[in-house]
């Protein structure tokens, strides 16, 4: 099984760009990666999901290098509201290969 | 379109007793999974279940089980309770081969076993 490493945490700044990367590196053929941000007192909400290279949304854009060992959640320009815990989630859904990621909390200041 | 819903909210319970959390999933979706969220052991996959079926299930004890409902609804048990299975349960619900491969969270119900 895939095991996934995050960094603890981070901090930014309003306005700038935010870069959170995961290590996947017994990721499998099959596996995809999606990102999810999570609340306090919420669920994981779904930001982006990719199988390799690049992935942009109207949010977000996933980064995925041709080993596929690694992925980098690019966030544009966060605002206070991006302060959440994000992780990254390894395997198929449909699968019981679902590893997330320790999750980073990420705080914005103004 | 209403989300995942999940009841109860809160619940506490002692060693040794059962509990019994309830998943209402997004209209449509067929798919509902558990998950249980720790601060020491983060988010773990508990179980799937697709038409009344358990598909897929994690590494947890048999004292976890589920079931789903021909409604999609789907409740998940736990017996005998330990101190450990205080956590947050999540569940999410998807619709297999959609054009978004991808499942939806509730808001979960968050577990004290004292």
């Known amino acids: 099984l895939a095991k996934t490493t995050q960094p603890i945490s981070m901090d930014s700044y309003e306005g700038q760009e935010v870069n959170i990367t995961c290590s996947h590196n017994?990721?499998?053929?099959?596996?995809?990666i999606t990102w999810y941000q999570q609340f306090p007192s919420q669920g994981p909400r779904f930001i982006i999901q990719?199988?390799?290279t690049k992935v942009t949304n109207e949010v977000a854009s996933l980064f995925i290098p041709a080993d596929r060992k690694s992925s980098t959640l690019s966030l544009p320009r966060v605002s206070l509201s991006d302060t959440a815990v994000y992780y990254c989630?390894?395997?198929?859904?449909?699968?019981?290969?679902?590893?997330f990621g320790t999750g980073t909390r990420l705080q914005v200041f103004p | 379109k209403a989300g995942v819903t999940q009841t109860p909210r809160y619940l506490i319970k002692t060693r040794g007793q059962q509990v019994t959390l309830s998943c209402s999933p997004i209209?449509?979706?067929?798919?509902v999974s558990w998950y249980q969220q720790t601060p020491g052991q983060g988010l773990q996959f508990l179980f799937e279940?697709?038409?009344?079926?358990?598909?897929n299930k994690g590494n947890f004890p048999g004292r976890f089980s589920g079931r789903q409902f021909s409604n999609s609804r789907s409740e998940m048990n736990v017996s005998t309770l330990e101190l450990g299975d205080s956590a947050l349960y999540l569940c999410?619900?998807?619709?297999?081969?959609?054009?978004?491969?991808?499942?939806?969270f509730g808001p979960g119900t968050r577990l004290l076993v004292l």
């Open positions: 999410a619900s998807r619709n297999p081969g959609g054009p978004l491969e991808t499942q939806y």
């Open positions: 017994n990721i499998a053929t099959n596996d995809y």
């Open positions: 990719g199988y390799k």
């Open positions: 989630l390894v395997g198929a859904l449909g699968t019981d290969k679902l590893i």
């Open positions: 209209s449509g979706h067929r798919s």
């Open positions: 279940y697709f038409s009344e079926t358990q598909r």
